[in-house]
């Protein structure tokens, strides 16, 4: 491109392809490499958030929650708090419980993806944590209620069930993502297709 007021094109150094994939003069498709170091970014951010910080407020947080649940649909119920331990009457709230594996994950997706605003990316993270919250909440309440109203046994209504309900909380999420942050759904098209291109090129001969 001919700048104002020169008579040759700049001849300056061909800028680094980006992540995102934008293409303009001098730019090149992300390579392997960049999609790389975005990976091992996400992992560290998301292995970081859940296994670091001491999740025990969000543990009693969630028990309060559920059992104020339980009682607002007739069903009494108490916090205990033993130790360190975060209990809805005899069953003990811990990290796993409070969902913040999501939020970690979703984290680590999110922080180091380029080109989204901080303050888009602060919004989309509290927004799916709330989210995540209620619906741990939700889960809580409904595997106590269906536990004590002879229902189902423990050993289904916390693993068969929770799990269930995890994944239709997670489909959930993910469309709320991509309502909040479209970049999500545009890198991963982007990714996919970059890996594609990766594995199908032909080997050079020796």
């Given at each position: ?63 309060r ?42 984290s ?37 209620w ?27 999420l ?33």
């Amino acid at each position: 491109m001919v700048e104002k007021g020169g008579d040759t094109p700049s001849a300056g150094p061909a800028r680094r392809g980006r992540i995102d994939g934008s293409s303009g003069p001098g730019s090149d498709p992300p390579t392997a490499m960049d999609f790389a170091l975005y990976a091992v970014s996400a992992l560290a951010i998301a292995i970081f958030l859940y296994y670091i910080p001491d999740y025990y407020f969000l543990e009693e947080l969630t028990a309060r929650a559920s059992a104020w649940a339980l009682n607002l649909i007739g069903m009494p119920s108490e916090f205990k708090a033993v130790g360190r331990g975060a209990f809805v009457n005899e069953v003990q709230i811990v990290r796993d419980c409070t969902g913040v594996q999501v939020i970690a994950a979703f984290s680590g997706i999110l922080i180091p993806l380029p080109k989204v605003a901080w303050w888009k990316k602060a919004l989309s993270i509290i927004s799916v944590s709330l989210a995540v919250f209620a619906a741990n909440i939700f889960r809580v309440a409904l595997e106590l209620w269906l536990l004590y109203n002879g229902i189902l046994p423990w050993s289904l209504a916390h693993y068969p069930l929770g799990l269930l309900l995890g994944v239709v909380s997670v489909a959930f999420l993910v469309l709320m993502a991509h309502k909040l942050v479209p970049e999500i759904g545009y890198f991963l098209d982007l990714l996919i297709g970059r890996l594609r291109e990766i594995l199908n090129r032909p080997a050079s001969p020796r």
